[in-house]
């Protein structure tokens, strides 16, 4: 059997309304995540955003272009499932227009191929946390993509996180309008710890590391048009990335 190769990768982040999370978090384990698989997509990850009480982040993915517009098309327009459910997931909504469409930045396995999925009936929650760290280059993608490598990587590692997954702006053009998408040009890199702990302890590391605070980072700033973002993840109960 041939495997399946999911490049192609949406990072989408949900503003909801006040104490709404956890409703929708609950519609999404229990019945979209099997269902838009279905349809065509792979369903990478749902999380709770520990900074923002309101944020669910969540990643999906898609083989090439044409599956993407297929496999959406499936499922928001032909499918049962979205017409089911959309009128209690969109009352959770604020703004779902925070999308960002993604490809590899090199070659890289599928992000998180290496797990595998909950159960429909879990209901714990993960102590693994993902930190997901968003990049605007105001240089070349080749010049960035260098720099992370040779100057950024050592101290991420010595710091104690592991590079999952790099990636960077998608330019295609986006053929399902419905669900717009951000434009910027984006480098985006993923990493998992096994616990709250780990992930704080690599960030205090870092905000101690001579060689990151008084060369990286300021060598990082002049490459960048705007600061970076990081978004601290807890995994769902059936978040396959956990």
């Known amino acids: 059997m041939t495997e399946t190769h999911w490049p192609i990768v949406e990072l989408r982040q949900y503003m909801l309304r006040p104490g709404r999370r956890d409703r929708l978090i609950d519609l999404f384990d229990r019945e979209l995540v099997e269902t838009q698989e279905a349809a065509g997509m792979r369903i990478v990850g749902q999380f709770r955003d520990e900074d923002d009480p309101d944020r669910f982040v969540w990643v999906r993915a898609f083989q090439d272009m044409t599956a ?6 499936a499922f ?3 499918g049962e499932t979205w017409r089911t459910y959309a009128p209690a997931a ?17 070659s890289i396995g599928d992000l998180g191929a290496q797990f595998v999925r909950p159960g429909r009936c879990a209901v714990d929650l993960p102590d693994s946390r993902v930190l997901v760290t968003i990049h605007y280059p105001a240089v070349t993608m080749a010049e960035f993509t260098e720099f992370f490598a040779i100057r950024m990587c050592p101290v991420i590692s010595d710091t104690g996180a592991e590079v999952l997954a790099c990636y960077e702006t998608d330019p295609s053009h986006n053929d399902f309008p419905a669900l717009p ?3 910027e040009r984006v480098f985006v890199w993923f990493s998992r710890f096994d616990t709250t702990e ?3 302890d690599h960030l205090a ?7 990151w605070t008084e060369h990286v980072e300021p060598a990082l700033s002049k490459r960048l048009a705007v600061p970076s973002e990081r978004l601290r993840l807890a995994p769902t109960a059936r ?3 956990h």
């Open 90 to 106: 969109r009352e959770t909504m604020v703004d779902t227009t925070n999308a960002l469409l993604l490809q590899p930045v090199w």
């Open 76 to 78: 928001y327009y032909e």
């Open 239 to 241: 978040s396959l990335l």
């Open 198 to 200: 780990d992930l704080d």
């Open 181 to 183: 998408l951000r434009r």
């Open 205 to 211: 590391a870092m905000s101690r590391c001579p060689t």
């Open 68 to 73: 993407r517009r297929a496999a959406l098309t």
